[in-house]
Nanobody, 127 residues
Framework: HVQLVESGGGSVRAGGSLRLSCAASLHTYSGNCMGWFRQAPGKEREGVARIWRDYGNTHYADSVKGRFTISKDNANNTLYLQMNSLKPEDTATYYC?????????????????????RGQGTQVTVS
C-alpha cells in the first residue's frame, strides 16, 4: 500500500521557519530514496532536497542550500524538511516523494517524478 502524507505547512513571515513532515507507509519507505518537490503557481516543479536510502547522503537545490535540511526517522518511516530563513519565493505546494535510487537525465528528481510516488502536498506561504 503506497502512502505518503505531508503535514506541517502553513503561513509564515519572511525569515521564519517551518518543519514539514511526511509519514510514509512501510511499503513506500523501505528501500526507497526520499525527497521533497515544490511547485508554485505558474512555475515548473522543482526538486528541493533528497536523501539517499542507504547512507543518508543528501542533495539540495541551490536555491535552498544552507537554509533547508532534509532528514529521516527510519524507526517511524518519516521524512522531514526543516526550512529556515524562509523567503517569499519559497511559497509553493511542497510534495513528499519516494523512489528507487535511479536517475533520469542525470536527475533523481526527474526519475522520481516519472516512476516514483508522491503525496498530496502541503502548502507553504511566506509573506
Amino acid at each position: 500500500h503506497v502512502q505518503l502524507v505531508e503535514s506541517g505547512g502553513g503561513s509564515v513571515r519572511a525569515g521564519g521557519s517551518l518543519r514539514l513532515s511526511c509519514a510514509a507507509s512501510l511499503h513506500t519507505y523501505s528501500g526507497n530514496c526520499m525527497g521533497w518537490f515544490r511547485q508554485a503557481p505558474g512555475k515548473e516543479r522543482e526538486g528541493v532536497a533528497r536523501i539517499w536510502r542507504d547512507y543518508g547522503n543528501t542533495h539540495y537545490a541551490d536555491s535552498v542550500k544552507g537554509r533547508f535540511t532534509i532528514s529521516k526517522d527510519n524507526a517511524n518511516n518519516t521524512l522531514y524538511l526543516q526550512m529556515n530563513s524562509l523567503k517569499p519565493e519559497d511559497t509553493a505546494t511542497y510534495y513528499c516523494a519516494a523512489a528507487r535510487p535511479g536517475r533520469l537525465g542525470g536527475s533523481w528528481f526527474k526519475y522520481a517524478a516519472a516512476f516514483g510516488y508522491r503525496g498530496q502536498g502541503t502548502q507553504v506561504t511566506v509573506s
